[in-house]
């Protein structure tokens, strides 16, 4: 049972909050997990950061997160080292890689392009071949370097994110790196352009958008303009909770916005002062 369960209502349905971590050993992992489980949906091995675990280590952090119920992932960045690894897109090693991330216990990989060039017409047989393997996918659309993600129009970006959903992938990421500035739908002073994001989620659709915002206004910014079904990624594992409040309006930020009805009643019980 939550506690405060029976005074305090949090949203039961909720969007998918994306953890990128990078710190923990197995204990480490097992104690976040308690804390953090039924909050965080999906956390990412995140960079390349999976090929440099001993492997019994791995198997061991990835094993307390999905007891806690949370999706481990394979990071994009390492899948994107596999394809270009194997050259040619080889896409039967490129499986044996996607076989072996299955057996450490990932449930989820991400696929991307954001460091190196995959043809377009490649990306549906990348995915699924997740698919076939058994891995979820999520996919993501821009480039790490911001000069070659301004070069994709948004057109291009939408057409890549209904493509790779059609090819399989349970949803798609629009990148913004850790930093979370200029790239995508970020700004380079970090703001959310919801004139583009407004189109890409109309096109593709709230359920199936995720946008890394790994800083605290841009998920009160999109808290507050889509509510608390939207998929954010890029949360440090520090992070989950005050995100997780953010979207249930437990922060003073964001209580009037998504909590407007009980707002509005209260205040107006009570003759609350115009100000209000």
Known sequence: MRAFEAFIPVPKET????VIEKQFGPQGAQDWAKITGGLANIVKCTFGTGALYKEDVLKGKVAAFKTAGINPMVG??????AVMSQQKLDLGKLEAYLQYAKELGFTYVEFSDGSIYIPDDKRRDI????????????????????????????????????????????????????????????SK????????????????????????????????????????KVN??????????????????????????????????YHQSVNAPDIY
Do not use: H
């Open 15 to 18: 969007g998918v909050i994306m």
């Open 76 to 81: 994009g960045t390492l899948t994107e080292v």
């Open 127 to 186: 995915i699924q071949r997740c698919s076939r393997v058994g891995i979820n996918v999520i996919s993501e659309v821009g480039k790490k370097d911001p000069k070659k993600d301004a070069l994709i129009t948004l057109e291009q970006r939408i057409a890549l994110m209904k493509a790779d959903l059609e090819s399989g992938a349970e949803m798609v990421i629009i990148e913004a790196r850790e930093a979370g500035k200029g790239l995508g739908v970020i």
């Open 189 to 228: 002073t970090g703001e959310v352009d919801f004139t583009m994001l407004d189109q890409i989620m109309n096109t593709v659709g709230l359920d199936k958008t995720m946008v890394e915002a790994p800083d605290k206004g841009q998920q009160q910014a999109l808290y507050m303009k889509y509510g608390p």
């Open 232 to 265: 954010v990624g890029n949360i440090q594992p520090q992070d989950v909770l005050s995100t997780a409040a953010l979207r249930s309006g437990l922060r003073g930020d964001t209580i009037k916005s998504l909590r407007l009805d009980d707002w509005k009643a």
